[in-house]
């Protein structure tokens, strides 16, 4: 899990307007240069698997950024009064208990999707988003920054989410949101889906090359090790 | 005892958590740089998650599933906590994790010195909770649960070392500045979970 590379300093934000400059950069950094997928390398495991379709990876990046807010800006509220030994259960309660509310919703809402996504809504609980965002920013800041990082890191993890799910919805299945967006006439001359792209293998290729044009295009991203 | 041998070689190979389902991927990534750590890494995970998964199956079926607090009064038979096997699991997984770290300090500081961080970091690590909810999922009995947590645990532990081997023979090889570390690092995962993807056709 990285540690936090964010250093805002705390006392100056009291003067500061509810969307000035720097807590706007808390909501855009995360879905570009600091993107939670590409260069925290956190959150893989679910960004895998929901992404065979569009309509699962969207629910799931909303799940995950109101999760994400939320625990964001609860631990933040707490954070002076967590004990820091049991921070981690404490952490981990909080996550748990708003995952089951977003468990409970699209069961509520969405059956069908739900039982689909079943395992990995509850694997928001160790989605290293959360609990990194708790650990590198809400323990360290005030609520409604707090709360803003999370909504970034939310939209970030999104947006990678959704690139994902789009390129293989319709490269794999000639489909986006379930409605065919290849013409039949070109089934009919001999196009074939690329089954590649249904299994999870090529949602790794989609992210290494997003990481290859994202570090590309800024070499500052780029690891030397 | 077929049986078991058969949830074993599944949940190793055949539906390997890291290669199959990606499941485990945080910790993958970061910890897989060289072999001596990975293999720490590994035991640490095989040992969790033999563990954990067993006690939340006693959790799940003595506590939390419809009619399982028939024993203490008839008249809560009927009441259903399955709701809250997220919040238990995870209170279990967290909390055993450090049982487990404080026992092994005690009992064997060589293996404690082994581990060392790798012990906390479980916690986080998603396949411990994964395998207790595919435990749930399955709908797998007592013996079945321990067999596949071992083997689920073996199962990640062989991806990440042999993921880690390939790394440390990585360094030797030209590749393109933007894709190095972790952009090729995706990619071999990829090939390495297509290759175990030629495991599936075997029925058991």
């Known amino acids: 899990m990285s540690q936090a590379t964010e250093t805002t300093p705390v006392k100056e934000q009291k003067k500061e307007g509810l969307f000035s400059s720097k807590n706007r950069h808390l909501l855009t950094d995360p879905i570009g240069d600091n993107n939670p997928i590409t260069i925290q390398v956190l959150g893989l495991c679910s960004a895998l698997a929901v992404t065979t379709q569009l309509k699962p990876a969207i629910i799931m990046a909303i799940g995950v950024t109101i999760v994400t807010a939320f625990s964001n800006l609860i631990i933040s509220a707490l954070r002076n009064t967590i004990p820091n030994r049991i921070r981690m259960i404490v952490q981990l309660v909080v996550i748990a208990a708003l995952v089951v509310i977003v468990d409970q919703l699209l069961r509520a809402f969405v059956y069908d999707v739900s039982k689909k996504l079943s395992v990995f809504i509850g694997l928001i609980i160790t989605n290293c988003i959360v609990m990194g965002r708790l650990e590198a920013f809400a323990m360290a800041n005030k609520p409604w920054p707090s709360f803003l990082d999370g909504i970034g890191n939310g939209l970030g993890y999104g947006a990678i989410l959704v690139i994902i799910a789009l390129l293989r919805e319709s490269l794999g299945s000639g489909t986006i949101l379930g409605y065919q967006i290849i013409p039949q006439a070109l089934y009919t001359a001999g196009y074939v889906n690329n089954g590649l792209m249904v299994t999870p293998a090529a949602s790794m290729f989609i992210i290494a090359i997003i990481i290859w044009i994202q570090r590309s295009r800024n070499p500052k991203l780029v690891d030397i090790s | 005892m077929q049986d078991l041998l058969n949830i074993f070689i599944k949940s190793a190979f055949l539906e390997n958590m890291v290669l199959a389902y990606f499941i485990g991927m945080c910790s ?12 720490g890494l590994g035991a640490a995970v095989v040992f969790v998650l033999g563990i954990t998964v067993p006690i939340n199956w006693l959790f799940q079926n003595l506590l939390l599933i419809e009619g399982a607090l028939g024993w203490i009064h008839p008249s809560l038979a009927t009441v259903d906590l399955t709701f809250l096997s997220f919040i238990v699991f995870i209170a279990v997984i967290a909390a055993l994790v450090q049982l487990v770290e404080m026992v092994v300090e005690k009992t064997s500081p060589t293996l404690y010195n082994a581990l060392g961080i790798f012990l906390p970091l479980i916690t986080v690590n998603c396949a411990i909770l994964a395998g207790a909810l595919f435990m749930v999922q399955r709908e797998y009995n007592f013996p079945e649960s321990i067999v596949y947590g071992l083997g689920a645990g073996i199962g990640w532990a ?38 175990f993807m030629s495991l599936m056709g075997i029925k058991l």
């Open chain 2, 28 to 39: 993958f990534m970061a910890v897989s740089k060289s072999v001596k750590t990975a293999v």
């Open chain 2, 158 to 195: 062989i991806a990440i070392i042999a993921m880690a081997a390939i790394r440390e023979k990585l360094r030797y090889s030209n590749i393109p500045p933007a894709l190095r570390g972790l952009g090729i690092t995706f990619i071999l995962t990829g090939l390495m979970g297509i290759a």
